[in-house]
């Protein structure tokens, strides 16, 4: 069965480096998202892009936060300038032709920011 | 804004019975609503699906219902297993975003 795919899986980085975490959607998936999950909290939506640019982003996606496709197959997020609470679980997830479809998840990245 | 609840926060139940989770949203205004499972460290699995039209899906031994009007969904698991010991997340989506509960931590007893 296809699978949204995470890498690395874990993430080791210093207060204010710039991180970029991966993902390899479903490949006839058209609709990309992040998500992160702080250890014990929800499940929080970070943003969502279609057809090459952001569709929706929540608060928590400021100008710290970037997301590219580079090229067909790659869906990335960028944090520029890592802080402490920023450390993480971030899934990435993918749906098909419309938003209304089922969410698949990546198996996430630990973001661990010392 | 959009808020999730879902309660209970933890349940132990012993193998076999059946089960209810319950989930609640503000805003009834939404496209659909997903029960995902998440075992710990790992990622989310969707497990049902329910568009705003609809009232309730079934898979195997979930069913899950929703009532847009009161904003409230429910997961009920027929003759549960340890297998099913996992934590249970809702998720409610609108304008292409989907909020989630904090979920119900599920302990299955052998």
């Known amino acids: 069965e296809p699978e949204v795919t995470q890498t690395p899986s874990h993430q080791v980085t210093q207060m204010g480096q710039e991180v970029i975490l991966r993902c390899v959607p479903i490949?006839?998936?058209?609709?990309f998202y992040w998500y992160r999950q702080i250890l014990g909290q929800k499940v929080e939506f970070l943003v969502s892009f279609y057809n090459n640019e952001i569709s929706e982003k929540s608060e928590i996606f400021d100008d710290q936060f970037s997301v590219e496709r580079p090229d067909g197959s790659n869906f990335t997020l960028k944090i520029r300038s890592t802080k402490l609470e920023d450390s993480a679980m971030y899934f990435c997830?993918?749906?098909?032709?419309?938003?209304?479809?089922?969410?698949?998840f990546g198996s996430g990245t630990q973001l661990s920011v010392l | 804004k959009q808020e999730v609840t879902q309660i209970p926060a933890a349940l132990s139940v012993p193998e076999g019975e059946n089960l209810v989770l319950n989930c609640s949203f503000t805003d009834s205004a939404i496209y659909n609503l997903q029960w995902f499972r998440q075992d710990p460290g790992k990622g989310l699995t969707s497990l049902l699906l329910i568009q705003s039209s609809q009232r309730e899906q079934t898979s195997g031994r979930l069913n899950a219902s929703l009532d847009k009007s009161s904003g409230r969904s429910t997961l009920y698991i027929a003759a549960s297993q340890p297998g099913d010991s996992a934590t249970y997340l809702c998720?409610?989506?609108?304008?292409?975003?989907?909020?989630f509960g904090k979920g119900t931590r599920l302990h299955i007893l052998p």
């Open positions: 490949s006839n998936h058209l609709y």
């Open positions: 997830a993918s749906s098909t032709t419309t938003p209304n479809e089922k969410l698949f």
């Open positions: 998720a409610a989506n609108r304008d292409d975003k989907i909020i």
